[in-house]
DNA sequence: GTTGGCACTCTCGGTAGTGGAGTGCCAGTC
DNA sequence: GACTGGCACTCCACTACCGAGAGTGCCAAC
């Protein structure tokens, strides 16, 4: 159906679209791609790819532009994966160097990732499911009000308040050994098995605290992941002033959702490789005229979030690609080396 | 030079060209706010007023629009207090009503300051100066990293990296008792001066150690303040689609370093009482097409950090001004309160 | 000081008209 | 059968032009 020459055209109308940002016609596709054949003969081409629907006009007598189905066709067979020039490999290496902690890692890579593709990027921190739990505090902040305090072995730490109840210091600090005996160590999973016996073994007067910080303990443990996302890169929505309502607005707006943005890249990604959804591939109504390029993070045999990137259809998806892979591997060798 | 009929012709242009995005003329102007004289009359007002710089034309035979100064001298002596709608008010309450912790007190302000003034809303984290710290803890995550923990009065929690060195747990478990013996209950100034002749008291072996931790200490001590601001609504930047090139770019810009935002909410406010900057008062370049209206807030003797929202000259600064008031004065007592 | 009148300026919307880009189709060629 | 040159056709983008309307500044009169 759809011979060499029919997809070197596709090829060819996708590329120079995202480059020139017009609808492209049969004699600048000649010209410019050295097709050997002339202006007629590609336009019976394209005739045939727009009855596929794989491009379309925007008016009878203007060239051609790529629907989203042309789009997916070329990420799946027709894009030549574009490698990162030398100036984007040092910007990887030199942003991640100084990182401090954990958030400072997701600070750098959603800018570095903004940067190399000059889109909006977003970056989910990373769930570390086979972080265990490494230390466990309940600070008194006064007789009634405390703060619970989980450091995880990969340097996360979280926080809870917990009603103290007016408990005298010492059932606190006896509870505070109990939870770091039992509980320091283990794995997410193994928390929620072993919280639930802890309750039973505590001193009866501490029974009541015990319950309402093993159940704080728990909804960290279980709530985490839907934590928080990291977004960067908004200015770089101002490149697409020209479609203002149907790209910059629904971005701007689904950014302010955290809920909107884990969808988008949970849905998206989930696995080790990139991901593209195009336009109406989206799971979220108001970004069907975008694109989101994502891909999890992570080592191997764990994958721990997901990152990516937003931005327009039209975009130049083998060179975002390629960075957004490269981020995300660079990325989960430096969190299982450091 | 202004006498009364002059003021309320700046008055009316400056509420008129707020609520109707036009410049106003002289009919208009007589029509809509029964100024009992001819239009004429209007006329040579603005004449006058147009000489004094408080107004201009953006071409002859067009309406008339504010300058900053214009702005400025309404928003100084003109504007009439607009007291906040019952739903306003409601939604303060409710707004702020199940807030657990800082994190989450600061974010429900910036939405609901954003959803009051339907503008973008800057929120600083609270400078706690009159919190103490409450507990020190250091964590080993390997016997090379190990992590500070810092928890101050108001329940507030930093987290700095540390190198142990390979440091025996105990030197690290003695190391934590000292630096909770000594610093508990400072405040931030006091635990300067404290760290510093603390060093010396630590034994020979753990003096290394100790000083690098005690640098960490005063590092999120002292830093502590420019840390984090946190921004919302700026889907509302879609409302200025026609100012794109002097509005919604370089606030997106802004909003994207936070050094930018802290010197502009905190050149701007640094009081208790809402502060304004129009246009060229700004200190930021970028912005000065753009308005910053701000305010400190905490309890009356202790300024904390400062809130505000950033938009459009061109905005209502009566209700904005308002709004900002009042958010500034209930988190300051959400937060006095617990 | 205020006002009505008036000539003037400038924007905005609508209407033609034109050039150009691009198409589809068809008959002819290899 | 695939390709090509030619040609008529369509539609957009741009320009020019015109008229209506809004608003002004100025002036003479009250």
Redesign the pocket.
């Known amino acids: 159906m759809l011979d060499d020459?029919k997809l070197t055209i596709l090829r060819a109308i996708v590329t120079d679209y995202v480059s020139m940002r017009e609808?492209?016609?049969?004699?600048?596709l000649v010209e410019r791609y050295q097709l050997?054949?002339?202006?007629?003969?590609v336009?019976?081409d394209?005739?045939v790819l727009?009855e596929e629907g794989y491009i379309m006009?925007p008016?009878?007598?203007?060239?051609?532009i790529p629907t989203d189905k042309g789009y997916r066709l070329f990420v799946d067979r027709l894009g030549t994966v574009k490698p990162l020039s030398g100036a984007e490999r040092r910007a990887i290496e030199t942003f991640m160097a100084g990182a401090v902690d954990i958030d400072d890692v997701v600070r750098r890579t959603v800018r570095l990732l903004a940067q190399i593709t000059r889109q909006v990027a977003i970056v989910q921190y990373p769930i570390l499911s086979s972080a265990t739990i490494r230390h466990l505090e309940v600070v008194t902040l006064n007789p009634e009000r405390g703060l619970l305090i989980l450091v995880n072995s990969s340097g996360k730490v979280d926080q809870h308040p917990v009603d103290l109840g007016g408990a005298p210091e010492e059932t606190v600090a006896d509870l505070r050994g109990r939870l770091n005996a039992a509980l320091v160590g283990l794995a997410p999973s193994q928390v929620v098995e072993r919280a639930e016996r802890l309750v039973e073994e505590f001193p009866d007067d501490a029974r009541p605290l015990g319950a309402a910080v093993v159940a704080a303990i728990l909804e960290m443990v279980t709530a985490d992941p839907s934590t928080r996302v990291v977004v960067g890169g908004v200015p770089n929505l101002t490149r697409f002033s020209d479609q203002y309502e149907t790209t910059v607005r629904p971005v701007l707006e689904a950014l302010e959702e955290q809920v909107v943005l884990l969808r988008l890249l949970g849905e998206v990604a989930g696995t080790g490789d990139v991901t593209v959804r195009i336009g109406h591939e989206n799971p979220y109504a108001p970004l069907r005229s975008t694109s989101v390029v994502a891909s999890g993070y992570g080592t191997d045999d764990d994958i721990w979030a997901n990152l990516g990137v937003v931005g327009p259809t039209r975009m130049d998806y083998p060179s975002t690609m390629a960075a957004v892979r490269a981020v995300a591997r660079y990325v989960g060798r430096f969190l299982a080396e450091g």
Do not use: C, L
């Open positions: 020459r609808p492209v016609g049969s004699r600048a050997d054949v002339s202006p007629a003969t336009r019976n394209m005739a727009e006009q008016h009878t007598s203007a060239g051609r």
